[in-house]
């Protein structure tokens, strides 16, 4: 989870400006989360609210997980309005009757990451991933991109290697993972699609061999940069150390920049940080928050103005 959001961080800045090489790729005081870190937490407070009903199966989990998920969505994607969403779930957000819109978008595989981190089998990680891909991306590419990558955490963190995954992925999912980032780097260009974003994202895990360079592989093939390095994060984090420098880097511009709060990242270190591997030797993302002081402010602004 917190890679897919140090990944959503790094790419931000590329997603409409694309670079084709790895070495170019920096965080700068412009990096920023967008809508695959601000749907991401918003996904890991509803498992974290429904997180009882879902581990005992409770009657009716389902839909409570659902109904969960639709209500934080739409809190978190109005109180982060302006994140790139996309034009449908803009709409979606605004529509009080709001339905699922038959998204086969990457939307529902950016923000799944939670979802690998909760579940006690492979089935019920499937599961959940469709209910949160179901909300809005009821294609069946929709859930399957979101499947893929919760399937993808949940086996990496219980033990599984990569060619596993790789082989499991592709079964499952008929994605082509056998493609190497240099053939897909040539043409590669913007999809917004599940199909044609997802395998990638994977592969560029695939190849890396470390957090940093898988990031730096996501972003170098260009397209939808955030959310492929995003995706590629949620799955590099889970067998590699985050580098201390990115983790920093990113903590500071979320502080800096006023975005997001400690408070979401308590799945991440009330969940995730239990479940990962002790040898890679994470610790709780916490930092100091200071609210926006919006009196003083307006004091201020008062004052400046009455003194001209
Ligand atoms: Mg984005």
């Not at 659902?66 to 790139?84: L, Q, R, S």
């Not at 780097?185 to 695939?206: G, N």
Request: charged share 30%; hydrophobic share 35%.
């Amino acid at each position: 989870m917190l890679g897919a959001i140090i990944g959503d961080v790094y790419g931000s800045i590329y997603e409409f400006d694309n670079i084709k090489e790895k070495e170019l790729v920096k965080l700068t005081k412009f990096s920023t989360p967008t809508d695959d870190s601000i749907m991401t937490i918003a996904i890991s407070k509803a498992l974290l609210s429904c997180y009882k009903d879902i581990k005992e199966k409770k009657e009716g989990y389902e839909k409570t997980l659902f109904d969960k998920c639709v209500e934080i969505m739409v809190a978190y994607g109005n109180t982060y309005p302006h994140k790139g969403y996309g034009g449908n779930f803009k709409k979606w957000l605004r529509n009080p009757n709001r339905k699922p819109y038959g998204s086969y978008g990457n939307g529902s595989a950016m923000r799944v990451s939670p979802v690998g981190w909760v579940c006690d089998s492979l089935e019920d990680t499937l599961q959940i991933a469709q209910i949160t891909a179901e909300t809005t991306h009821n294609h069946p590419e929709g859930i399957k991109g979101a499947q893929a990558v919760a399937a993808g955490i949940y086996l990496l963190r219980t033990g599984k290697d990569k060619d596993y995954v790789k082989q499991y992925i592709t079964d499952t999912f008929d994605y082509d993972l056998d493609r190497k980032l240099d053939e897909i780097r040539k043409d590669y260009v913007f999809h917004v699609s599940c199909q044609r974003s997802v395998p990638e994202a994977i592969i560029a895990f695939l190849e890396g061999n470390s957090f940093e360079d898988v990031i730096r592989n996501a972003i170098s093939i260009g397209g939808d940069s955030d959310t492929i390095a995003c995706i590629a994060g949620s799955l590099a984090e889970v067998v590699y150390s985050i580098p201390d420098d990115m983790r920093n880097g990113v903590l500071t511009n979320i502080t800096n920049q006023h975005e997001l709060k400690p408070r979401d990242f308590e799945f991440y270190n009330k969940v995730v940080l239990k479940k990962k591997d002790r040898k890679l030797d994470e610790v709780p993302f916490v930092f100091e928050y200071e609210e926006l002081d919006i009196k003083n402010m307006l004091d201020h602004v008062t004052a400046m103005i009455g003194g001209l």
